[in-house]
């Protein structure tokens, strides 16, 4: 999945070659130049949607457009292409289409982070609304400016008509400008930008046995992009389909096995390699176990506790008696469909075990398969270090989730009920639980389901920076690192302003019907 860095590159790339192919039909090349400007602006102009642009931004869509108006005027005087529109058998022409392409896909994935009334759908959208953000996507559209006034110059050279050369030179001398003094004005650009990729819906895509070895760290990347989606729908609100108790309690059983096995696939790894390189997997394979155990322990909390809303997991009940079934009061409870997020943990587990164990495996399976070699799951992981930055992608998408996770506790508060007498709520004796050992839980023990998720925060961010440190030693750079600590950045910001008066303000009014404070005394003396 292309990057916003990628795609710059792609484009810039294929400007160049196109400005050192001949063009046969210079009308034509004329003509898809033109839309490649046209393109160009989209980037710039999505700036001013969030705030002003600056005045650096401004020069560079000005001069562009003033390029676009003089390439116009020099159409005019060549003779109408007949390819024009689609693709040439020129090289020039077919790869000025390609450039165009890559451009407009930034816009695309710029906008794939709104939503379309410009509600952000992931943490990295506030990312794009800085003034360092925007100066990226100037700094490189100015990078591209000066490949279009190659171009330019080569149809200058090309050109037989005089007034067409000059109109050509005139288009090299706009688009020279705008791309010096586009660079020169945005040495603040936040370059963390560039690893930005295209947001991926929360639809779970499930794994194949005919997958390639070598391209299950990609896929593991694209599940991480779709968590990191549901854990900011779940901090925002943005879903109507809300986790449940169920949804996070199976989410933290398969994100605490994706630690697991991507800690035994380091520690295979480590077999292959010197033992000052091997030190290092072994540290970070302790790492992940830390944050497998502390998923599993928020996976713990959730004991003895029943979502009625999906109560998929719940304590194992007995059987109904003869008469309560003659009675017909036996209640088949509800069907609900998991939450996607609950999916795509599971998908992202088979991934990783495929990665240790081969295609074919499957957490179902009853027996263990042998593992594979160290030395083929570093050959599909293409070394040490991109196997460490593929596994990254586990711990920093872990930490948005722990995140969100109190924020779906909450939301599930009101059909959550236990049969732990210590765990009720005092006080509370509905028609419906009066004869039955379920009640509502307690405040209490609803703060001590969103306790542990506190302590996943750092064994993920430990996981997270050793898995960093691993890629950064053997020399394989990490762009998204950057990129997800200003995301980190903003979602901690956003809980804590979500997690005080806001929240205050919707919960103080349910809590006095849920827990009158004179039946809750009664209840007390009683006991004594």
Known sequence: MATLDELFD????RLRTAAAAPSPDRAAT???????????VGPLALDKVDTPRSAVTNDLAFRVGRAGDVLQS???????????????????????????????????????HHGPDRVPLSAYAYALTTGPAHHYLTRRCAELAWGAAQVASSLARDTLDPSAAGAFADVRRFLSEASVFGRDGTRDADAAIGALPLMLPVDPVQTDSADRPQDVTAHLAEDCDRLSRAAFETLHHRSDHRMSGSDLQQLARWTAMQRLLAGRVLLRAAEELPEQTAAGLRQSAEALRGSAQAWQKSATAWQRIVDTADPRSHPKLPAPSYEVVRRGEVVRLPQVLPHPSTVIARTAAVRVGQLLYGAEWRPELTTRPDPRKGAAILADARGPGALAAALYRLPATGWQLALAAPQAVNRARGGLVTDVFEHQAPGLKAPGLKDHRFRPIAPQQLKALAAPYTAVLPAEQASAVSLLD?????????????????????LAATAARGWTQPRKATVRPVQPRLRP???????????L
């Open 10 to 13: 792609t484009a810039g790339d």
């Open 470 to 490: 691993i890629a950064d030693q053997a020399g394989v750079p990490v762009p998204r690192a950057l990129l997800d600590a200003t995301a980190h950045r903003g």
């Open 74 to 112: 020099a159409q005019r005087l060549l003779p109408s292409p007949d390819t024009l529109g689609t693709p040439g058998t020129a090289p020039a022409e077919s790869h000025l289409l390609d450039a165009s392409a890559a451009v407009e896909a930034v816009r695309d994935v710029i906008q794939s």
């Open 517 to 527: 404070p004179q039946p809750q005394v009664l209840l007390r003396r009683r006991g």
């Open 30 to 40: 004329a003509g898809h130049l033109d839309r490649f400007l046209t393109a160009l």
